[in-house]
């Protein structure tokens, strides 16, 4: 029997023997290769920044996720919703507490959140 990745596009041929845990196997190690490509593209495509302005620069010259400061407030969500398209994603559950300072208000801030553009 031949099989074919579609993560990596490789062809194998399998004997009809042994089948059953070659193919256990392969959906373990695609599972991990398909996993670890998007943690990749996550990082790749995640930005850290401290002010309004390479938030905005950010969002339109590289996009992606960004990471920023926000004060906690809806209203300073909803201005940053107007002036730049960008919504909060989520608050990672699991980003240390970092003292800071709204990228918008200045107010102060104990973590940051995960903004970006839908497309």
Do not use: M
């Amino acid at each position: 029997v031949e099989i074919a990745r579609r993560d990596t596009k490789e062809k194998t041929t399998v004997s009809l023997e042994g089948i059953v845990e070659y193919i256990e196997q392969l959906l373990e190690d695609i599972q991990t290769n398909i996993y670890q490509k998007a943690l990749a593209f996550r990082e790749t495509n995640t930005h850290k920044v401290d002010t309004y302005e390479e938030f905005k620069q950010v969002l339109d010259e590289k996009g992606g996720f960004v990471l920023a400061h926000w004060d906690g407030t809806s209203e300073t969500e909803d201005r940053i919703k107007d002036e730049t398209k960008a919504t909060i994603r989520c608050i990672p559950y699991n980003a240390p507490e970092e003292e800071g300072t709204c990228i918008l208000t200045g107010k102060p801030s104990t973590r940051r959140v995960l903004f970006a553009r839908a497309y």
